[in-house]
């Protein structure tokens, strides 16, 4: 997946101001940067359902959103989005056949997401935690080869982190690329790459190891913090 | 379009309508009350006979519209829709899986009412009511269709019941229950041509007054098939893949 000059304007304002990006196959690349950065705008953008103003997106070889890419990319929009007067295998059912997959897959992403508690209860009385696992399984449907999840592990517990980053960690392993927002920085270490977006600009693309060499600081957060002060004013920027 | 998509689209709107009793009671009982209500009224004299079925092409239209614009408004704002949209489903199969689910609601409703109002309120028709029960169900189609256009144009739950008003209650004064339309003025008849509902009282008239008027409906019918489509072109049109 590649992103070239890719600008975005939503309501007056420019928010993506020409982004490069390149996620290699099958790795787990971190999307990191403040909040209103433009995070789940490029999310949008490589799904193709975000009106771009310029530049390109590649997806699989395609441009994003092209219809042979629909049953191979996975997209979590960041509030969760399932249907909440239906019951959990419900909802699954439903997306399975639009994504074309079977009963069985319906069976393995329960599993996978740790709901098998849950699957006839109504997603409307799902706790926070659960119901964004809802969405999360909702999205490995049909096996996509391209998951592209927007803070997929926000409300959840240290435990239910830990196992939906070994899943991401299996699934890539299996030749899956995935493309995930977080907020939660000790996520970063779990990821092959990490993107730090800023004010709609690429501040850094890089390794763990890369980036805390290149601003010497112990840690993620901290190389974060150093980026994000140092790096020069972004275009069209008046101060906060 | 891919059928087994639209299938599983009008099967899980039925799923969420299922789960909502209190929406199913209203939906099949409601136009039953205002029948009986209406029947008490005129006390079931020749009033009731010249309304009665009128006004069972109008409860369909009306109820169909208020239900598709708030569920496909729900769609669209809490992200379904864009999620839908990001998957191989079609828009046709998304509008047509809506029309299926809440034309057979629409038949079940107008089955019920027209039986209410025959057997229970005494209405007299000339026709078949398996006709009145049919125009039914094509003016449910424009209201559905309608229904769903509308819900592109509102931002919120709150705009879109007063959408209501503004699109049903226009064509309700105009569509020949309250005065014929060849005794309204001139501007007035000339409007009324030209929306739907008018067609579906129409309709029901030329089924209730005599028995063969069924050729007369049919042609009614096929204006409004022809309005629905046109109208689920319209929100076919409002359905975009990628927004701002
Ligand atoms: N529909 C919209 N209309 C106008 N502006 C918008 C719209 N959606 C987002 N924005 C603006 O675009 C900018 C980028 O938003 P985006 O949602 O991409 O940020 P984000 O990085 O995902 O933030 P967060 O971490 O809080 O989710 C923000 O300044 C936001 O206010
Ligand atoms: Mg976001």
């Not at chain 1, 403040?34 to 103003?53: E, I």
């Amino acid at each position: 997946m590649r992103t070239r000059g890719l600008r975005v304007r939503r309501g007056p304002r420019e928010v993506l101001h020409g982004v490069d990006l390149d996620v290699p196959a099958g790795q787990v690349v971190g999307l990191l940067g403040p909040s209103g950065g433009g995070k789940s705008t490029l999310m949008r953008a490589v799904v193709g359902v975000q009106v771009v103003q310029a530049g390109e997106v590649t997806v699989l070889g395609q441009p994003a959103g092209a219809p042979g890419l629909r049953s191979r990319v996975g997209y979590v929009t960041q509030a969760p989005s399932v249907y909440g007067d239906l019951t959990v295998r419900a909802n699954l059912r439903y997306f399975a056949t639009v994504m074309g997959a079977g009963r069985p897959a319906v069976d393995e992403v329960v599993e996978q997401t740790g709901l098998r508690g849950q699957v006839g209860q109504r997603a409307s009385t799902l706790s926070g935690g659960q119901l964004s696992r809802l969405s999360l399984a909702a999205a490995l449907l049909g096996e996509p080869e391209l998951l592209v999840l927007d803070e997929p592990t926000v409300g959840l517990d240290p435990v239910l982190r830990r196992d939906l980053w070994d899943l991401f960690g299996r699934l890539s392993g299996a030749g899956v690329t995935l493309l995930v927002s977080s907020h939660v920085m000790d996520e970063a270490t779990r990821c092959d790459r990490l993107v730090l977006l800023r004010h709609g600009e690429v501040l850094a693309d890089d390794t763990l190891a890369g980036l805390l060499e290149r601003t010497g600081a112990p840690d993620v957060e901290h190389a974060f913090l150093e980026l994000v002060e140092h790096a020069p004013p972004p275009v069209g920027w008046s101060g906060p | 379009m891919t059928p087994r998509l639209t299938l599983a689209t009008a099967l899980r709107v039925v799923q969420q309508l299922r789960a909502d009793h209190r929406t199913v009671a209203l939906l099949l009982l409601l136009p039953c009350v205002l029948i009986g209500l209406l029947a008490w009224v005129f006390d079931g004299g020749p009033v009731f006979d010249r309304i009665g079925p009128a006004l069972l092409g109008v409860f369909p239209f009306t109820v169909m519209f208020v239900v598709t614009s708030i569920t496909t408004l729900r769609e669209r704002t809490s992200g379904t829709l864009e999620r839908l949209l990001a998957t191989p489903l079609g828009k046709g199969d998304f509008l047509g899986g809506y029309a299926v689910a809440f034309g057979m609601v629409a038949v079940a409703q107008a089955g019920i009412a027209t039986a209410f109002a025959i057997g229970v309120c005494g209405l007299q028709v000339a026709g078949s009511p398996w006709a009145l029960v049919g125009v039914a169900a094509a003016s449910a189609l424009v209201g559905n269709a309608l229904g769903l256009f509308a819900s592109a144009f509102a931002r919120t739950e709150f705009q879109a019941v007063q959408f209501m008003p503004a699109f049903v209650l226009p064509q309700f004064l105009l569509c020949g229950l309250i005065v014929p339309r060849d005794q309204m003025p001139a501007v007035l008849e000339a409007v009324s041509h030209v929306l739907p509902l008018s067609y579906a009282v129409d309709a029901m008239n030329a089924v209730s007054r005599s028995a063969d008027g069924g050729a007369e409906a049919l042609a009614d019918v096929a204006l409004l098939a022809a309005f629905a489509l046109g109208a689920l072109t319209l929100g076919a049109l409002t359905l975009r893949r990628r927004t701002p």
